[in-house]
Structure formats: C-alpha cells, structure tokens
C-alpha cells in the first residue's frame, strides 16, 4: 500500500490554512473570520506558486462554517491558461483569458 501525500501551508498566524491532497483530490484554503490583509496575500501568491488558484464562487461556493470560510481551489495550466477543477465540485475544465473563466 503506497502513502498519499498531503501538501499543507499555514500563514504565519495560523489563520489562513492551504490543503493539496493526492488521496481525497481535494485542494482547498480555510480561512478563520478575522484573518489580516497581508496574510491573505501572502497565501494567495502561496496558491499560486504551487500552480493553483481560487475557484470562482459562481463556478463552486465556498463553505462557510461557524469560525472559518473554505474555498476550494483549481490547478493552473500556465501554458494554456486552462483550470480544472478537483475534488468537492466535480471535474469540470475551462480557459481563463484576461481575468475571466470560460467554462
């Protein structure tokens, strides 16, 4: 039996938490209420130097618990621009030209 590995990155406050598991396929950040500006910045550019990016919420809401708010997140392919999205919301691929998501 081969071990999965899991990817973790913990702001420096421990507010902000980004998850890359191989076994669920799930890739997702939670976020507790209160988190700071800097922190949220610093996990974003995280995100995407592991080649990873926030899932528009009309494409897969986030979900908000008592403490926290959980966004799921999406591999980049930098050469076409292209994003798939893994885990909770289904596979589902798409082009992202200027800002924008064509699914």
């Known amino acids: ?7 973790a990155w913990f702001s420096p ?3 902000i938490r980004v998850y890359l598991s191989e ?3 799930e890739v997702y950040m939670d976020a507790d209420f209160g988190y700071g500006a800097a922190e949220m910045r ?19 809401e986030p979900d908000i618990y008592e403490d926290y708010v959980r ?4 591999e980049t392919r930098p050469q076409t621009g292209a ?12 082009m992202r030209r200027g800002g924008l998501v064509f699914a």
């Open 83 to 94: 994003w798939l999205v893994r885990g909770r919301c289904g596979f589902q691929v798409g």
């Open 13 to 15: 406050s421990g507010q």
């Open 23 to 25: 076994e669920s396929e």
């Open 1 to 7: 039996m081969t071990e999965k590995s899991v990817t």
């Open 42 to 60: 610093d996990a974003l550019s995280v995100i995407e130097g592991m080649g990873y990016m926030v899932v528009p919420p009309e494409e897969c």
């Open 71 to 74: 966004v799921y997140l999406t």
